[in-house]
């Protein structure tokens, strides 16, 4: 994340082990004793991974279970902000990375977008008041947010957005309709793009605001997804009144602040190889020796399937590169890590990976039926492919 830091609370480079004056060795070994000891104090140790016959790379919970998973998150990113661990950078964040492998931590999931795509926005775009209304919130995972950008006929074609905002005084009056937006049910607050000059170039007449997602005339249905579960949502507007207080940057410049949304959603995508079990190659390849699969053709399948994944954990896992165009990479190749892993069990399963719940067959289908999500969220592997060669490789752009 870039641009000016919080205004309180502490930063990256502060907090435990800092300042020790020994050399930069001796230091990080002060640092990883310190955060050693506030995990052991907070965290039990992991289990042991155990085997299960459900495969699932988006896992499809209760509502009572979600409830609990946003109460433990939240407790557990006010411990990690308060003692200055929330937000490290370089050799320290790979350290405090490594240390946490050991314990079982709660899951942040519901704070994500808060945390990596709606704060990046407010601290480089917002106002002062607005930093110092919301970034504190957002980043102890006070309040939970969600991002209101992909509308019905503006998905790839994000500027052509048509919720529209008036204004009305010292606020506005935002009507129109956003989809596909992740943890909306639970959401405090709305990252919204919305248009604000009908008559300006489509790019031109955007701009970005903060909603209460409590506020009268916010209305979120959830959408039933083919695995089962409904975290996606669509969320209507109807006349809400939103204080231009609450506006991220300036009027109609909306698409500078959403880019720097954007770019901060595909750097946390890049982790989105951790969505794959780890356990997936050997759990396929035992599969396989169950079934009297595990042939050469088997063989080659899972080998490819895990230099895949190897490749995609080692960009995630580079600091020197730029984190946009990493993002990037490491998406597309956890997507084509996925699809061989498709091809994988389905060569391994056959109609099992369908109709045959008594071997652990059936519980494939749940990863299959999830494999599309990744090549769409964040976007599209059309969309990454363009931004490589455009932004990064320097390529010519597509004819409009």
Same mark, same amino acid.
Not at 289 to 318: C, H, I, K, Q
């Given at each position: 994340?870039?641009?000016?830091?919080?205004?309180?609370?502490?930063?990256?480079?502060?907090?435990?082990?800092?300042? $020790?004056?020994?050399?930069? !060795?001796? &230091? /990080? =070994?002060?640092?990883?004793?310190? +955060?050693?000891?506030?995990? @052991? #104090?907070?965290?039990?140790?992991?289990?042991?991974?155990?085997?299960?016959?459900?495969?699932?790379?988006?896992?499809?919970?209760?509502?009572?279970?979600?409830?609990?998973?946003?109460?433990?998150?939240?407790?557990?990113?006010?411990?990690?902000?308060?003692?200055?661990?929330?937000?490290?950078?370089?050799?320290?964040?790979?350290?405090?990375?490594?240390?946490?492998?050991?314990?079982?931590?709660?899951?942040?999931?519901?704070?994500?977008?808060?945390?990596?795509?709606?704060?990046?926005?407010?601290?480089?775009?917002?106002?002062?008041?607005?930093?110092?209304?919301?970034?504190?919130?957002?980043?102890?995972?006070?309040?939970?947010?969600?991002?209101?950008? $992909?509308?019905?006929?503006? !998905?790839? &074609? /994000? =500027?052509?957005?048509?919720?529209? +905002?008036?204004?009305?005084? @010292? #606020?506005?009056?935002?009507?129109?309709?956003?989809?596909?937006?992740?943890?909306?049910?639970?959401?405090?607050?709305?990252?919204?793009?919305?248009?604000?000059?009908?008559?300006?170039?489509?790019?031109?007449?955007?701009?970005?605001?903060?909603?209460?997602?409590?506020?009268?005339?916010?209305?979120?249905?959830?959408?039933?997804?083919?695995?089962?579960?409904?975290?996606?949502?669509?969320?209507?507007?109807?006349?809400?009144?939103?204080?231009?207080?609450?506006?991220?940057?300036?009027?109609?410049?909306?698409?500078?602040?959403?880019?720097?949304?954007?770019?901060?959603?595909?750097?946390?995508?890049?982790?989105?190889?951790?969505?794959?079990?780890?356990?997936?190659?050997?759990?396929?390849?035992?599969?396989?020796?169950?079934?009297?699969?595990?042939?050469?053709?088997?063989?080659?399948?899972?080998?490819?399937?895990?230099?895949?994944?190897?490749?995609?954990?080692?960009?995630?896992?580079?600091?020197?590169?730029?984190?946009?165009?990493?993002?990037?990479?490491?998406?597309?190749?956890?997507?084509?890590?996925?699809?061989?892993?498709?091809?994988?069990?389905?060569?391994?399963?056959?109609?099992?990976?369908?109709?045959?719940?008594?071997?652990?067959?059936?519980?494939?289908?749940?990863?299959?039926?999830?494999?599309?999500?990744?090549?769409?969220?964040?976007?599209?592997?059309?969309?990454?492919?363009?931004?490589?060669?455009?932004?990064?490789?320097?390529?010519?752009?597509?004819?409009?």
């Amino acid at each position: 994340m870039t641009g000016e830091r919080a205004p309180s609370g502490p930063g990256p480079g502060a907090g435990p082990g800092a300042g $020790s004056g020994a050399g930069p !060795g001796a &230091d /990080l =070994a002060a640092f990883e004793k310190e +955060a050693r000891a506030f995990l @052991d #104090a907070r965290l039990p140790p992991r289990p042991a991974r155990t085997p299960t016959d459900r495969v699932a790379l988006l896992e499809e919970i209760d509502p009572e279970r979600e409830a609990e998973t946003l109460r433990a998150a939240k407790l557990w990113q006010a411990a990690l902000y308060d003692a200055g661990y929330a937000e490290l950078e370089g050799e320290r964040a790979e350290a405090f990375a490594a240390l946490l492998d050991a314990y079982d931590v709660p899951d942040l999931q519901p704070l994500l977008v808060g945390l990596h795509i709606v704060a990046p926005a407010v601290r480089t775009h917002g106002s002062d008041d607005l930093k110092r209304r919301r970034l504190r919130p957002l980043l102890r995972g006070e309040v939970t947010a969600c991002q209101l950008f $992909s509308e019905p006929d503006a !998905g790839s &074609d /994000l =500027a052509s957005v048509r919720t529209r +905002a008036v204004r009305d005084g @010292d #606020a506005w009056t935002v009507t129109g309709q956003k989809v596909w937006s992740s943890g909306a049910h639970h959401a405090d607050l709305g990252e919204a793009l919305v248009r604000t000059d009908p008559d300006a170039p489509k790019h031109k007449g955007l701009t970005l605001f903060l909603i209460d997602m409590r506020a009268p005339g916010v209305e979120v249905r959830p959408l039933r997804q083919m695995t089962g579960g409904a975290s996606f949502n669509e969320v209507f507007l109807t006349g809400v009144r939103v204080p231009d207080a609450d506006r991220i940057g300036p009027l109609n410049g909306g698409w500078k602040a959403a880019i720097t949304s954007l770019s901060s959603e595909r750097a946390a995508l890049g982790g989105a190889v951790d969505a794959v079990p780890p356990d997936l190659v050997e759990r396929l390849a035992e599969q396989a020796r169950r079934r009297g699969r595990l042939t050469p053709a088997t063989r080659a399948r899972l080998g490819r399937l895990d230099a895949a994944l190897t490749a995609a954990r080692l960009v995630n896992r580079r600091d020197d590169l730029d984190p946009a165009a990493a993002a990037s990479v490491s998406k597309l190749l956890v997507n084509r890590a996925v699809a061989l892993a498709v091809e994988a069990a389905s060569a391994v399963l056959g109609p099992a990976l369908a109709a045959d719940l008594s071997d652990g067959g059936y519980a494939w289908s749940e990863f299959l039926l999830g494999a599309p999500a990744l090549r769409i969220a964040g976007g599209t592997d059309e969309i990454q492919r363009t931004i490589l060669a455009e932004r990064h490789l320097g390529l010519p752009r597509d004819p409009r």
